[in-house]
């Protein structure tokens, strides 16, 4: 259990940390109020879930561990559903009640579909 804890925590924070990077190098859109850099890191996080979730689960040879530390702490660092949830709210505490929406379904919807996409990639 305390391997599997570490394994996850060091995919995490290195996921974390590649969140806060892709955050702070990705233009924003001045002016927007729209919370494109969240979303383009979670939408990219979603297609690699999916392709490290048909890797996994072609490749005989993968391990519990690499499942641990790529899907469970890399990608459960690196996207945000937090943020994602306060930046939702921001949206609809400044009247951009439309583009709050619009935020959710591209995010679930299109997040969806790239999860999908990338599994099928690997198969």
């Known amino acids: 259990m305390i391997k599997s804890l570490l394994i996850v925590g060091v995919g995490g924070a290195l996921g974390t940390m590649l969140r806060y990077l892709c955050q702070r190098l990705l233009p924003g859109i001045s002016g927007s109020g729209f919370p494109w850099n969240t979303l383009i890191v979670n939408l990219a996080g979603c297609f690699l879930i999916g392709l490290l979730w048909g890797w ?35 949206l609809v505490k400044n009247d951009k009640l439309l583009w709050a929406l619009a935020y959710i379904s591209i995010s679930v919807v299109i997040g969806v579909l790239l999860t999908f996409s990338g599994y099928k990639i690997t198969q």
């Not at 490749?59 to 559903?81: H, N, P, R, Y």
């Open 56 to 90: 996994t689960t072609k490749t005989v040879s993968s391990t519990e561990q690499i499942k641990l530390f790529a899907i469970t702490g890399l990608c459960g660092g690196f996207t945000t559903f937090s943020a994602f949830s306060v930046e939702t709210l921001q």
